[in-house]
């Protein structure tokens, strides 16, 4: 009887050690699960560039509300030196006292300076394909590195647009400007007036020059792609400018500013002023200067169309200028931080934004998403990129602010030093790939 019941009192006790075990498992299972379905405790940082708190954060809080434990910062950031200020943390990414953030935008011509210090995007987020099925193909090409991966997100899409005051345009018996560049030429001598010395009271077009056009080097760069001209190898550090195609396309853009038949002058104010003021029939910039213009002369009567195109045989093409969301390669967290952005980039998301912005604007940045592109159609200001969106295209300086300096200086050495132009372009080659060999490798 006494071993039975201690053969009772062991089998009682291990079935509760198994079930106690096996309790234990599952709970350890459990909060497993719960750590792989659930983050936990992530903080991001996120800096933004145009949109204030007031446009983000509902869509950062709506994000947060179905991700428990992940808490994201944002931060507007100004734009004066921000390139630098944002490349100088990256730089010291391990610096506890200033450390860069996870999540921060990068312009699309700045990859080839920046992508090792980014996260790739991950296949899982987002495909290669779905990419170019979600987004523009210059978002595409803007993106890839030269080691194939993508490396930002697009949250909208900008590009060069012309200018136009509506009422000069109809004192010249147009209503809108021409599309082809023949036209538009001959449409801007009639656009311009001249004192009795021969000095222009009233330009035609703003181009040129570089000193007083603020996106000269964009312009120029736009009718360098238009001419099919290669500026960039795939080493994203030796740029090509020292050909006769590009010496050809210099003379051009010099030759509207030079000569009894010019349209536009060094000794003019900066096109934007000019636009303003109502002694400009036209200047090319991005869609954002309209808040410019509506700010500093809210009752002028302009409008937005497409650039001119070489002619009705050529393929259209256009310049874009616009910006990405991309990663800190250093974030304890890039994942999370991919997942979110992918978050920002989706339809009803990209729709919310748009309205937030709107609220304290003329109107939101223009869609990344190729299946709003219809939507931005049914806005005035933004017609021209919805038409031209899909044809756009731009190059991988890297190290935008070099380049950029570096093409000005080019182009006003032509213009007002009288520099042989072939001269002026292979020292710009040469001051360009000095820096680039040093930015970009």
Not at 101 to 123: A, C, G, Q, V
């Given at each position: 009887m006494e071993?039975?019941?201690?053969?009772?009192?062991?089998?009682?006790?291990?079935?509760?050690?198994?079930?106690?075990?096996?309790?234990?498992?599952?709970?350890?299972?459990?909060?497993?699960?719960?750590?792989?379905?659930?983050?936990?405790?992530?903080?991001?940082?996120?800096?933004?560039?145009?949109?204030?708190?007031?446009?983000?954060?509902?869509?950062i809080d709506e994000y947060e509300s179905t991700h428990p434990g992940v808490n994201i910062l944002y931060s507007q950031?100004?734009?004066?030196?921000?390139?630098?200020?944002?490349?100088?943390?990256?730089?010291?990414?391990?610096?506890?006292?200033?450390?860069?953030?996870?999540?921060?935008?990068?312009?699309?011509?700045?990859?080839?300076?920046?992508?090792?210090?980014?996260?790739?995007?991950?296949?899982?987020v987002m495909s290669r394909e779905t990419y170019s099925q979600t987004f523009y193909p210059t978002a595409l090409s803007d993106f890839t590195a030269k080691d194939g991966k993508l490396y930002a997100i697009p949250l909208e899409i900008d590009g060069l647009v012309l200018f136009y005051n509506k009422q000069l345009l109809v004192d010249a018996g147009f209503s809108e400007p021409p599309a082809d560049w023949d036209s538009l030429i001959d449409l801007a001598h009639k656009l311009t007036k001249k004192d009795s010395s021969g000095k222009i009271t009233q330009a035609g077009l703003a181009i040129g020059t570089s000193r007083n056009i603020l996106h000269a080097s964009e312009i120029f760069s736009f009718l360098l792609l238009q001419e099919g001209v290669e500026l960039i190898d795939s080493t994203r550090t030796n740029v090509t400018?020292?050909?006769?195609?590009?010496?050809?396309?210099?003379?051009?853009?010099?030759?509207?500013?030079?000569?009894?038949?010019?349209?536009?002058?060094?000794?003019?104010?900066?096109?934007l002023e000019m636009f303003y003021s109502g002694k400009l029939g036209m200047m090319i910039a991005p869609s954002w200067r309209a808040f410019d213009v509506i700010l500093s002369s809210p009752t002028i009567e302009f409008g937005m169309a497409k650039l001119p195109q070489l002619g009705a045989n050529q393929q259209e093409v256009y310049y874009s200028t616009y910006w990405g969301e991309a990663v800190n390669k250093s974030s304890d967290?890039?994942?999370?931080?991919?997942?979110?952005?992918?978050?920002?980039?989706q339809k009803e998301n990209q729709m919310t934004k748009f309205s937030n912005e709107s609220k304290i604007r003329a109107f939101g940045e223009p869609y990344s998403l190729v299946e709003l592109n219809s939507s931005m159609s049914e806005n005035s200001y933004l017609t021209a990129i919805a038409e031209m969106?899909?044809?756009?295209?731009?190059?991988?300086?890297?190290?935008?602010?070099?380049?950029?300096?570096?093409?000005?200086?080019?182009?006003?050495?032509?213009v007002e030093d009288g520099q042989d132009p072939a001269t002026a372009l292979k020292n710009a080659q040469e001051d360009i790939n000095d820096q680039l060999a040093q930015t970009n490798k």
């Open positions: 071993l039975k019941n201690r053969k009772f009192i062991i089998i009682i006790a291990c079935v509760l050690f198994l079930l106690f075990a096996g309790t234990g498992t599952f709970l350890l299972l459990s909060k497993e699960k719960d750590n792989n379905n659930n983050v936990k405790n992530v903080e991001l940082v996120y800096w933004g560039l145009w949109e204030p708190s007031s446009v983000m954060q509902p869509l950031q100004t734009f004066s030196n921000y390139e630098g200020r944002l490349f100088t943390r990256l730089q010291q990414s391990s610096s506890s006292t200033e450390p860069a953030p996870d999540i921060f935008r990068i312009h699309n011509t700045w990859l080839p300076k920046y992508y090792k210090y980014l996260s790739p995007l991950p296949e899982k400018l020292n050909t006769t195609k590009v010496e050809s396309v210099l003379n051009t853009y010099t030759g509207f500013a030079t000569g009894k038949q010019a349209v536009w002058s060094s000794d003019l104010r900066y096109d967290n890039t994942e999370v931080a991919w997942d979110f952005i992918n978050f920002l980039a969106a899909p044809y756009m295209k731009s190059w991988q300086m890297g190290d935008e602010t070099i380049v950029k300096q570096t093409l000005n200086q080019l182009i006003t050495s032509v």
